[in-house]
């Protein structure tokens, strides 16, 4: 092998070093303080038949306004509280959930061809709050829709379905790894939840036929505390194309990937930190624009985000494209 082919192995390999001793040297192993079942039936989140998802009586359902990209997946949200416990907001970020607390996110396709275009749950993810930790566990349903196996090592699941336009796409739909799963939900030495953010809670619901704000709802349900301050400063939805562009695209860029790129979250050693309220100046955006629509135009080992797809996102990519272009006019 020629000198200047083994130098260049060497320059190739040395910084994915680096990125592991320093993965490993600054994020040293969760202890889990819950043994998760092996059935997700167990924990009796819903009744009826298990692929109606008709949640359990005590279930608080959710939506954000602005959701993670995950293949095209359609995804239902739920918290079970303690009885008589209630959510603490403090912010805009994440409330303060009480001991006990289990939050379920369920991922399915509504219309499958392999299933006679009917619904096709893939998995169910599972958050419970024990000893004030978090512990994260995946489920995968079979294929008669009526139980779901915990798994640790992910899975690949091929995917044949319509999309809201009437459009056919084939995905290989990765269920993620505990390791994945702890990876996207680390911050520190601790895994949070990602989602339900105050400012990802305050858009508007409908319920009973009348427009609601969703954090009003959820408090005049007596299940969260909240500071009405809180209802000032909410995420745009990213897909409104009523909002600006700059909102849209923070946004998108919030929860699709600033749970890894923030001074917490594993990949801070990348040095952009892309949540929702940091400062323009601060977020590193401006110097690694090009970067960024580079990582997310393109699949395999250089696709960003890193974990939970395996397609591209392009209406997300032409939002942050769109967006990227106007940063020289509007650098603020």
């Known amino acids: 092998m020629k000198k200047s082919t083994i130098i260049l192995v060497i320059l190739l390999i040395i910084p994915s070093v680096i990125v592991l001793f320093y993965n490993n040297a600054r994020h040293p192993q969760i202890v889990e303080t819950v043994t998760f079942h092996q059935k997700l039936t167990h924990y009796k989140l819903f009744k009826g038949p298990l692929a109606d998802l008709n949640p359990t009586d005590n279930a608080i359902t959710y939506e954000l306004s602005s959701e993670l990209f995950t293949d095209y997946a359609q995804k239902q949200r739920f918290i079970v509280l303690p009885d008589g416990e209630k959510i603490q907001s403090t912010g805009q970020g994440l409330p303060v959930f009480p001991e006990g607390t289990l939050i379920a996110k369920t991922f399915f396709y509504q219309h499958s061809i392999k299933h006679h275009n009917s619904k096709y749950i893939v998995e169910t993810r599972l958050l419970i709050k024990k000893d004030s930790q978090w512990n994260a566990a995946t489920y995968q349903w079979n294929e008669t829709q009526d139980e779901a196996l915990l798994i640790l090592k992910g899975e690949k699941v ?64 007596g299940v969260l505390a909240l500071n009405n301050k809180n209802l000032s400063s909410s995420l745009v939805a990213y897909n409104d194309t009523a909002a600006p562009i700059d909102k849209r695209a923070r946004a998108y860029l919030d929860i699709n990937c600033a749970h890894c790129h923030n001074p917490s979250g594993t990949a801070n050693f990348t040095l952009i930190d892309l949540r929702y309220e940091t400062p323009f100046k601060q977020t590193g955006i401006k110097i690694k624009q090009g970067k960024i629509g580079m990582r997310m135009a393109v699949l395999g080992e250089m696709h960003m985000p890193k974990l939970g797809t395996t397609v591209i996102d392009k209406e997300g990519l032409k939002l942050v494209l769109d967006y990227i272009k106007t940063l020289d006019q509007h650098n603020k």
């Open 158 to 221: 091929p995917i044949l379905f319509k999309d809201h336009e009437g459009n056919i796409k084939e995905i290989n739909y990765q269920i993620p790894s505990k390791e994945a799963c702890i990876t996207c939900h680390r911050q520190n030495d601790q895994l949070v939840p990602i989602g339900p953010k105050v400012q990802n809670l305050g858009r508007m619901v409908n319920l009973q036929n009348r427009e609601t704000n969703e954090l009003k709802f959820l408090q005049h349900e």
